[in-house]
């Protein structure tokens, strides 16, 4: 039975693009770099917030991809320090997937998946970009952009129903939110949010909006 455990955090804000995002260690706040995220053995991982959701670490790490970050590499520093490189990975321009940098692979496809992109020699860099025609292609030395690829896990290769089953684990059911009610200022009437913003009190008449 699994007894180690990733915990996501699954509300909306807390993607990137299609990342998920894992509790960093030590309450460092939220990661999407498996090797930065914290693991919870069983009992912990399921003492958590109801949208906190438990992902069992063999499930995930098999799963993983390879992504880079555009936040942390530049073309002119990559091309400082490797001068010499013999082998690049080839971009696609202005496209990304979250922060990730998006690759070219050797059927033509393109994905943020580095461990799928082609590596192409020195010596055929121009023949591969001239097979992307007018939307241009970014060269990298595959040496700097390998020091900055990390594991990290997206959304549509995983499935928590999969991943939970045998555990025994079962996700809280999420719970409603409750409508907000305020009183009329004119009359002391209940209207609701949204009736504040659509309408006037239709006991009597008088505008609620904020």
């Not at 699954?10 to 693009?17: D, E, I, K, L, T």
């Amino acid at each position: 039975m699994d007894d180690q455990f990733y915990l996501q955090d699954s509300r909306s804000h807390a993607y990137v693009g299609d990342g998920l995002s894992f509790w960093g260690f030590g309450g460092s706040g939220y990661v999407t770099d498996l090797a930065k995220a914290q693991v919870f053995t069983r009992e912990g991982a399921c003492d958590h917030r109801d949208t906190d959701i438990p992902w069992p670490k063999a499930y995930i790490d098999a799963r993983a991809r390879v992504g880079v970050d555009c936040q942390y590499v530049t073309l002119s520093e990559a091309l400082g320090r490797h001068p010499e490189a013999a082998e690049f990975y080839i971009q696609k321009p202005q496209c990304w997937n979250g922060n990730n940098l998006i690759w070219l692979c050797e059927d033509g496809v393109f994905t943020s998946d580095l461990s799928k992109a082609v590596v192409v020699p020195k010596a055929h860099t121009i023949t591969w970009i001239g097979k992307l025609g007018s939307t241009g292609a970014i060269v990298w030395p595959k040496p700097y952009i390998d020091k900055f690829a990390r594991r990290l896990v997206e959304r549509d290769d995983v499935n928590i129903k999969e991943a939970l089953r045998g555990t025994g684990i079962k996700l809280p059911k999420p719970k409603k939110s409750k409508m907000m009610m305020f009183n009329c200022e004119g009359c002391g009437r209940f209207i609701s949010d949204a009736q504040r913003y659509r309408e006037d009190c239709r006991n009597c008449g008088t505008s609620n909006t904020p």
